[in-house]
């Protein structure tokens, strides 16, 4: 890459809203990750289609009722 040439967006890591207004954590071909408050369409797109196709995390649910002793006469 030469010095004329600005990075490039590659992929949008994350999204979060930070007082009302959408954030994106976006990473450019410099292998740098910087925050964005715009990205174009077919990277926002593109973002969504892989956070869709990737499964959820598990969650742990922890029952209120405490475990009772089985071997208690």
């Known amino acids: 890459m030469t ?4 990075p490039r967006l ?7 809203r ?3 207004k959408l954030q994106y954590r976006v990473k450019y071909t410099d292998g740098k ?3 964005c408050d715009w ?9 969504e289609v ?3 196709s ?3 995390p598990q969650m742990q649910i922890w029952s209120n009722r ?3 002793n089985m071997y208690r006469y």
Do not use: A, F
Not at 10 to 16: L, N, Y
């Open 66 to 68: 405490r475990n009772r």
């Open 3 to 6: 010095k004329e040439q600005e």
């Open 50 to 52: 892989k956070r869709r």
């Open 39 to 47: 990205v174009n369409r077919p990277l926002l797109d593109h973002y």
């Open 10 to 16: 590659i992929e949008i890591m994350s999204k979060t």
């Open 18 to 20: 930070v007082t009302g």
């Open 33 to 35: 990750v910087y925050n």
């Open 54 to 56: 990737q499964p959820l």
